[in-house]
């Protein structure tokens, strides 16, 4: 092996891979190799990736990440996703052939070709590869920013052979990378990582669908009603939650699908119809996962159902759907980001 590649053995007999120079990190490399390492974040936050190192040294590129607990710490966990090889490594992890990638992720360049604001806060970006775009419907990549800085983004559109990747991004106040992206011209190029997550469309599934987004959340689940809206005739309850009636967003999208409107509804909902801002509004109010519950509760145990928004949105969900009405875990999809 040369300087720059590590072996990294996993303890008891479950296999090995190689960490290369271009892998950014343990879960990368793996993932690269086909091992189904668990995770869903990719970037430090919600502590499904953790490791112990047994031998070798490693370095943490994230000491202080939320992902790992004090008790977590203490015990010498490490997150797969925060960690890099310095040599050949053995690690303890439980590996799951369900966590193991259908499109291994690949860095690869892109070049920006256009982008288009959607609301005032949310804009769609075109990128454009080389080589053919390959994900699942529902998958995120990982944005590489030229001041190092790495962002974890949904893709809006499909494969395709043209190397489109598309993105709908959330302009976050005094967030950097997001604000970088905004300022990005089109002919600007950055590096991409992915496909990364396992929120992605069960193609082999028939039940109903139901996509449940609010702000950014919006571009796996259009990804994922893309996927499914060509067929006319299949079910799918689309939910897009914003704060005013100026936040929502999606119908140009859905409505250019073959199912809108017969297999394929729309529900836009608002959360704030006093603001100045939702004049006008006359459709479902309240959150989200409010109007879920009143709209189509009842149906909601016998379909696979798909999320992806802010924290607070996706907290009252899991506690919607598996808490209040049972819903088999296998049939509820969603990453959690930080
Ligand atoms: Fe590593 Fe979330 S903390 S995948």
Redesign the pocket.
């Known amino acids: 092996m040369t300087q720059n590649a590590q072996v990294v053995t996993i303890d008891g007999g479950l296999g090995s891979f190689v960490q290369g120079a271009d892998d950014a990190s343990l ?1 990368q490399a793996a993932l690269r190799c086909g091992i189904g390492l668990p ?11 953790r490791i112990q190192v047994l031998e070798g040294e490693a370095e943490s590129l994230w000491p202080d ?1 939320p ?1 790992l607990s004090p008790r977590d710490r203490r015990k010498g966990l490490q ?4 960690t890099r090889a310095l040599g050949d490594l053995t690690i303890k992890v439980s590996t799951d052939a369900a966590c193991a990638p259908k499109v291994p992720p690949k860095v690869f360049g892109v070049v920006l070709e256009s982008a288009r604001d959607l609301t005032r806060d949310i804009r769609e970006f075109r990128f454009r590869a080389s080589a053919p775009a390959v994900f699942l419907p529902g998958q995120y990549a990982i944005l590489q920013l030229e001041d190092g800085q790495r962002r974890c983004y949904s893709m809006s559109n499909l494969a395709n052979d043209e190397g489109i990747w598309e993105f709908q991004i959330k302009r976050v106040p005094g967030g950097k990378a997001s604000n970088a992206l905004f300022d990005m011209a089109p002919g600007g190029r950055l590096r991409v990582d992915g496909p990364y997550g396992l929120a992605h469309l069960v193609a082999e599934s028939a039940r109903p669908v139901v996509c449940i987004a609010g702000g950014s959340g919006l571009a796996p689940m259009i990804s994922i009603a893309r996927a499914l809206g060509a067929d006319p005739e299949r079910q799918v309850d689309f939910f897009y939650g914003g704060r005013t009636a100026a936040d929502v967003c999606g119908a140009d999208h859905l409505s250019a699908l073959p199912g809108w409107q017969r297999g394929l509804r729309f529900h836009p909902v608002v959360s704030s119809p006093d603001d100045p801002l939702s004049a006008g509004w006359t459709g479902e109010t309240g959150f989200v996962h409010e109007v879920v519950a009143r709209g189509i509760g009842d149906r909601l145990a016998d379909s696979e159902i798909y999320f992806a928004g802010p924290p607070p949105m996706a907290e009252a969900l899991q506690r919607l759907l598996m808490i209040e009405l049972k819903v088999p875990f296998g049939q509820i999809h969603f990453d ?1 980001f930080f």
Do not use: N, V
């Open positions: 879960l995770y869903e974040c990719s970037s430090g936050g919600c502590g499904s990736c990440a992902g997150l797969a996703c925060q959690r």
